[in-house]
């Protein structure tokens, strides 16, 4: 009965921003760590960053270290990807998903629930 959904993708410039949020329903939100993953065509799933529900502890992907930012509003069941300096190669279908666990683990089978994604395509 839980329910993730993601918005906030889009088209962008090379360099340019977006912001992504994920709501959450038919959950204890609160209690729950919440990552971000991303998935390009021909490429495996890969996990961006992840805050956890425990002192809402941060982690990224080395990738996108410096350049992402992921925040969480518990009143509002809300996660957040503040995406700057955004590259090509960060284009994808980006997925929020969430565990009942607090782990910093990027392994998807962790996670218990997952959103439909939201596109972000950056031009060159």
């Known amino acids: 009965q839980a329910q993730l959904v993601e918005s906030g993708g889009g088209l962008v410039q090379a360099g340019g921003s977006l912001r992504l949020s994920c709501v959450a329903s038919g959950l204890t939100f609160s209690r729950h760590t919440m990552a971000w993953f991303r998935q390009a065509p021909g490429k495996e799933r890969s996990r961006v960053a992840v805050?956890?529900?425990?002192?809402?502890?941060?982690d990224y992907a080395v990738s996108v270290r410096g350049r992402f930012t992921i925040s969480r509003d518990n009143a509002k069941n809300t996660v957040y990807l503040q995406l700057s300096d955004l590259r090509p190669e960060d284009t994808a279908v980006y997925y929020c998903?969430?565990?009942?666990?607090?782990?910093?683990?990027?392994?998807?089978?962790?996670?218990?629930?997952w959103g439909q994604g939201t596109q972000v395509t950056v031009s060159s």
């Open positions: 805050i956890k529900w425990t002192r809402d502890r941060k």
């Open positions: 998903a969430a565990t009942r666990s607090s782990t910093f683990s990027p392994i998807p089978s962790v996670y218990d629930y």
